[in-house]
């Protein structure tokens, strides 16, 4: 009797073309990565408002709130962290669809909250949700992508999330008109709760985490007969991944085999860029109050960094795909800190607000949707989850930091022109952290 023939599931993948089937995965990752990106950015838009209606002023404001978004960031950190190396254990879909149920719940509460501390404990418990949620979107993602396309598919699929902070800025100021503050928490909260059941029951588990955990050849047969059918996997079918099973904890592995230079390296840009882009997400609007913008200016002109974003990340995946992806991604940090510097000179100028605002969204988001992919890239499937998750966790540190040290120099009174120069420095460091991590054993691996 003839040997089954094995079936290797990445190079099934890889040699296919792109079907339905992991268009409509890759739609529903966005649309969690757009409620996630949704419901991290409205805190920084109603702020203002909650402030007005608690009786809280002037530079109280930096010192009060800047323990929430501390607190909602800190929940982003830790989620992500477990995250990860739980997704590498229990599947990618398992945590994903517990995350969408967390932080849609906790965004919902948070319609109720009455106090700044009733407000710090929703939102750390809505973080952990949001941290949870969008590196197993990433994995997901990566994971049904043929390699060919693979930066392409997860840039497209992650501008969901800029896209949600997007969408945050355009509806807050009109759900506040109509409701008041909490009206965009629950707006905020009901939308993950709606898609829950439909990524319950379309989304499937990572066929590459099915096999490398040996389970149901039945099931994995039947996902991959929907991306194409082959005459092997009606005949019991052996699979295989060519990545060997990992011991002990996913997170060690990051250290080993020579990626312990380029995973640091690699912390070090994720850091520095989260701490830039959360500095924005929850205090650009207050500071372009304090330049002289409407309140609607303000929210619609802050919005405008996502929107340069979303662009800036597909653009970055689809070259990536097609060249050398380090010197892209070096060039998006280094032309981010200049778009950066920029808008300290722009004053009251909507114009010039609008276009460095923008250029710094397209750079700078633009380079964190690169890294994302860069992560998904070079750490194989037993460890994919910890290395995206581990990342962006370690750059959640640097969403905490961003924010709590913005609420200090607000305290300290630094004006507009002193914040945007102090924040083009982070884009700098990861500028030089991305020059040498793209000569390191783990830049190899991609």
């Given at each position: 009797?003839?040997?089954?023939q094995?079936?290797d599931?990445?190079e099934?993948i890889?040699d296919s073309a792109?079907?339905?089937f992991?268009?409509?995965?890759m739609?529903?990752?966005?649309?969690?990565a757009?409620l996630d990106?949704?419901?991290?950015?409205l805190i920084g838009?109603?702020?203002p408002?909650i402030a007005h209606?608690w009786?809280i002023?002037g530079?109280?404001?930096?010192a009060?709130f800047?323990?929430v978004?501390?607190?909602g960031l800190?929940?982003?950190t830790?989620?992500a962290l477990?995250?990860?190396?739980?997704a590498?254990?229990?599947?990618?879909?398992?945590?994903?669809?517990?995350?969408v149920?967390?932080?849609?719940?906790?965004?919902?509460l948070?319609?109720l909250?009455a106090?700044?501390?009733?407000l710090?404990l929703l939102?750390?418990l809505?973080g952990?949700?949001?941290?949870g949620a969008m590196?197993n979107?990433i994995?997901?993602?990566?994971?049904?992508a043929p390699h060919?396309?693979?930066?392409t598919l997860?840039?497209a699929?992650?501008?969901?999330?800029?896209?949600?902070n997007?969408?945050?800025g355009?509806v807050?100021?009109?759900?506040?008109r109509g409701?008041?503050?909490?009206g965009?928490?629950?707006?905020g909260g009901l939308?993950p709760?709606?898609?829950?059941?439909?990524?319950a029951t379309?989304?499937?588990?990572?066929?590459?985490?099915?096999?490398?955990?040996d389970?149901?050849t039945a099931?994995?047969?039947n996902?991959?007969?929907?991306?194409?059918?082959?005459?092997?996997?009606?005949?019991d079918p052996?699979?295989?991944v060519?990545?060997?099973?990992?011991d002990g904890?996913?997170?060690?592995h990051?250290?080993?085999?020579?990626?312990?230079a380029?995973?640091?390296?690699?912390?070090t840009a994720?850091?520095?860029?989260l701490?830039?882009?959360y500095f924005?997400?929850s205090?650009?609007p207050?500071i372009l109050g304090?330049?002289?913008l409407?309140a609607?200016?303000?929210?619609w002109?802050?919005?405008l960094f996502?929107?340069?974003g979303a662009l800036?990340g597909?653009g970055i995946?689809?070259?990536?795909?097609r060249?050398?992806?380090?010197?892209l991604i070096?060039?998006s940090?280094?032309?981010?800190?200049l778009a950066?510097?920029a808008i300290s000179l722009?004053g009251a100028s909507?114009?010039?607000?609008v276009?460095?605002?923008?250029?710094?969204?397209?750079?700078?988001?633009?380079?964190?949707?690169?890294?994302?992919?860069?992560?998904?890239?070079l750490?194989?499937t037993?460890?994919?989850?910890t290395g995206?998750?581990?990342?962006?966790?370690i750059?959640?540190?640097?969403?905490?930091v961003?924010?709590?040290?913005?609420?200090?120099?607000l305290?300290q009174?630094?004006d507009?022109h002193?914040?945007f120069?102090a924040a083009?420095?982070?884009a700098?460091?990861a500028?030089?952290?991305?020059?040498?991590?793209?000569?390191t054993t783990?830049?190899?691996?991609i």
């Open positions: 009797m003839a040997a089954r094995p079936v599931v990445a099934f890889d792109v079907s339905g992991q268009v409509t995965l739609v529903i990752c966005g649309l969690v757009m990106g949704f419901d991290a950015q838009y109603v702020v408002a209606g009786g002023a530079s109280a404001i930096g009060s800047k323990w978004f501390a607190a800190f929940g982003l830790l989620g477990l995250g990860g190396p739980l590498d254990r229990v599947g990618r879909k398992t945590v994903m669809l517990a995350s149920a967390g932080f849609g719940l906790f965004t919902l948070s319609a909250a106090t700044v501390p009733q710090i939102r750390f809505t952990l949700g949001l941290g590196p979107t994995a997901l993602t990566a994971e049904y060919r396309l693979r930066s997860i840039t699929m992650f501008v969901g999330f800029p896209v949600g997007v969408i945050a355009l807050s100021v009109p759900l506040m409701f008041g503050w909490p965009v928490f629950y707006f939308l709760l709606i898609l829950l059941p439909v990524a379309l989304l499937p588990e990572s066929v590459r985490f099915l096999v490398a955990r389970r149901s099931r994995v047969a996902i991959l007969e929907r991306i194409r059918p082959d005459p092997r996997l009606d005949d052996r699979f295989l060519r990545e060997k099973a990992l904890v996913p997170v060690k990051l250290f080993r085999e020579g990626r312990a380029g995973t640091l390296l690699l912390w994720f850091f520095m860029n701490l830039i882009i924005f997400v205090w650009l207050l304090q330049v002289g409407s609607e200016h303000s929210i002109t802050a919005a996502n929107t340069g800036g597909v995946g689809w070259l990536t795909d060249g050398e992806p380090y010197r070096i060039g940090f280094a032309a981010g800190a950066i510097a722009a909507l114009p010039l607000l276009a460095t605002i923008f250029l710094a969204g397209l750079t700078v988001v633009g380079a964190q949707f690169g890294i994302n992919a860069l992560a998904a890239h750490y194989p037993p460890m994919r989850s995206v998750s581990w990342g962006l966790g750059g959640r540190l640097g969403s905490i961003g924010p709590y040290i913005g609420g200090v120099l305290q009174r630094w507009p002193q914040l120069l083009a420095v982070p700098v460091v500028t030089i952290a991305m020059v040498f991590m793209s000569r783990l830049a190899r691996h």
